[in-house]
């Protein structure tokens, strides 16, 4: 079945800085990867996903790039603020539909 | 709010015992999905329902059951309880099979 490796497990950047979480994949056949953002005792919440048809995506400060042939794909969230801390889950699905989550990266935004 | 809801917030139950979990999806969606969250195990899938049948399965422990009724709220049955049941369990649904999923609030269970 599918496998998704995440790094880093945890991240700390000053406020107005760059984050990037890294995913891979094992399974060449998945085809949708989102991103989920949870914060303490809360629901994972979508903020962005991709499909295997694109390599890039963006809403506002938030961007997603995937990398089939190498079997990655990674969240980059740009001028950081303090609520941008939480954990970041990366996912991946293919035929099955199932999501496969990788092991989360909690971000942690400094003042 | 994901329009996703789940009852109870909340279990505190002993072991050996049996529980449900309810979750009814947003309006309009047809599918359903399981996940546990625990501490050492990050977020597993353990089974999805399409429009009242089976369509996916994880690693769902065969003490564990799922059905979704004609009116499209799904139900987890949880049974012989051991202290390491003890999770978050959420609900997620879509519109299809294959779209994007928006998750419950989640229900935490505790198995004493």
């Known amino acids: 079945g599918e496998n998704v490796e995440q790094h880093p497990s945890t991240l700390s950047v000053q406020e107005g800085d760059s984050a990037v979480i890294k995913c891979t994949y094992s399974d060449s056949a998945s085809n949708y990867f989102p991103w989920y953002k949870q914060e303490l005792g809360k629901r994972p919440q979508l903020i962005i996903d991709i499909r295997s048809n694109v390599g890039e995506k963006k809403d506002q400060r938030i961007a997603v790039t995937l990398n089939k042939t190498a079997k990655h794909f990674s969240l980059h969230i740009t001028e950081t603020q303090p609520e941008d801390s939480a954990v970041y889950f990366c996912a991946a699905a293919g035929t099955a539909s199932k999501l496969t989550f990788g092991t989360g990266t909690r971000l942690q935004v400094t003042l | ?112």
């Open chain 2, 1 to 112: 709010d994901s329009g996703v809801t789940q009852t109870p917030k909340h279990l505190i139950t002993a072991t050996g015992q049996r529980v449900t979990l309810r979750c009814s999806p947003r309006s309009g969606d047809l599918s359903v999905y399981w996940y546990q969250q625990s501490l050492d195990q990050g977020l597993q899938f353990l089974i999805q329902y399409y429009n009242g049948e089976e369509r996916a399965k994880g690693n769902i422990l065969e003490r564990f059951s799922a059905q979704q009724f004609p009116d499209l709220h799904s139900e987890l049955n949880l049974s012989s309880l051991e202290l390491g049941d003890s999770a978050l369990y959420f609900c997620a649904s879509s519109v299809l099979s294959y779209n994007e999923q928006f998750f419950g609030p989640g229900t935490r269970l505790t198995v004493l």
